[in-house]
């Protein structure tokens, strides 16, 4: 029996998509070694504030380093962005129902003292998911030593890994030809993600946060949340 493939680059408190995927693949594989892009979600996210959605970003330094990679990026430690991060969290999300349960192991990880990005996402996703009952199979592109590029590249893991079938972001249509995919046996699969509403503070609901907004929320009920309403479309 074949097994679906989630490739995704990390993110900083990924939103619900995120560990959507993560939830639904067999194996997910964390794409590190592509470049990093300034002005995306490798290193932010938003939470809601009273005043809506708030953005908390970590600073990264990428000035006269070329075009790094994302396994390589370094956190700009002269910045105290962890002690920042912790106070917006404790101010917006102080009176949620499970703040209490959550928020001393998240800022303890927030608040230590970070070289790389990559290892902080790293640990925030492997926290994250462990608190929602995620336990998919994680490994790092950087790791597999699987040559290629774009769609070859993407092919040569998937098999690598004993798949038949990507489960893909729903970006992807506009850069996959799942014709490709469909020529080596492999199924491309685009995630569909019908975001849920649930509780939130703060009146009317914001959706695309950080998935920490649903942990601190709803708690123990946050994985059937995350992938209820949710389809997906086979090509």
């Given at each position: 029996?074949g097994?679906?493939?989630?490739?995704?680059?990390p993110?900083?408190?990924?939103w619900?998509?995120?560990?959507?995927q993560l939830?639904?693949?067999?194996?997910?594989?964390?794409?590190?070694?592509?470049q990093f892009?300034?002005?995306?979600?490798?290193?932010?996210?938003r939470i809601?504030?009273?005043?809506?959605?708030?953005?908390?970003?970590?600073?990264?330094?990428?000035?006269?380093?070329?075009?790094?990679?994302?396994r390589?990026?370094c956190?700009?430690r002269k910045e105290a962005?962890?002690?920042?991060?912790v106070k917006s969290?404790r101010?917006?999300?102080?009176k949620?129902p499970?703040?209490?349960d959550y928020?001393?192991?998240l800022?303890s990880?927030l608040?230590?003292d970070?070289?790389r990005?990559?290892?902080l996402?790293l640990e925030l996703i492997g926290?994250?998911?462990?608190?929602?009952?995620i336990a998919t199979?994680?490994?790092?592109a950087?790791e597999l030593d699987?040559?290629?590029v774009r769609t070859?590249r993407l092919?040569?893991i998937?098999?690598h890994?004993?798949?038949?079938a990507f489960?893909?972001?729903?970006a992807?249509?506009n850069?996959?030809?799942?014709?490709e995919?469909?020529d080596?046996?492999?199924?491309?699969?685009f995630?569909?993600y019908m975001?849920?509403?649930?509780?939130q503070?703060?009146?009317d609901f914001?959706?695309?946060?950080?998935?920490?907004?649903?942990l601190f929320?709803c708690?123990?009920?946050?994985?059937?949340i995350?992938?209820?309403?949710?389809?997906?479309?086979?090509?």
């Amino acid at each position: 029996m074949g097994r679906t493939i989630g490739i995704l680059q990390p993110g900083y408190l990924p939103w619900l998509g995120f560990f959507e995927q993560l939830a639904r693949a067999d194996v997910f594989v964390v794409y590190d070694d592509v470049q990093f892009e300034k002005g995306g979600w490798r290193n932010r996210n938003r939470i809601k504030t009273p005043q809506g959605a708030q953005w908390l970003s970590v600073p990264v330094l990428t000035k006269n380093e070329g075009f790094p990679l994302i396994r390589d990026v370094c956190i700009n430690r002269k910045e105290a962005w962890g002690g920042k991060h912790v106070k917006s969290l404790r101010q917006n999300y102080g009176k949620a129902p499970y703040f209490q349960d959550y928020a001393p192991e998240l800022f303890s990880i927030l608040e230590r003292d970070w070289d790389r990005l990559h290892d902080l996402n790293l640990e925030l996703i492997g926290w994250l998911a462990g608190k929602m009952g995620i336990a998919t199979e994680m490994v790092l592109a950087s790791e597999l030593d699987i040559p290629g590029v774009r769609t070859e590249r993407l092919i040569r893991i998937i098999r690598h890994l004993g798949g038949d079938a990507f489960y893909e972001g729903a970006a992807g249509k506009n850069y996959i030809d799942p014709q490709e995919f469909l020529d080596q046996g492999i199924t491309v699969i685009f995630q569909d993600y019908m975001h849920p509403v649930y509780p939130q503070l703060y009146g009317d609901f914001i959706s695309h946060l950080s998935v920490v907004d649903l942990l601190f929320n709803c708690g123990p009920e946050s994985r059937d949340i995350l992938l209820r309403q949710n389809t997906t479309r086979d090509t």
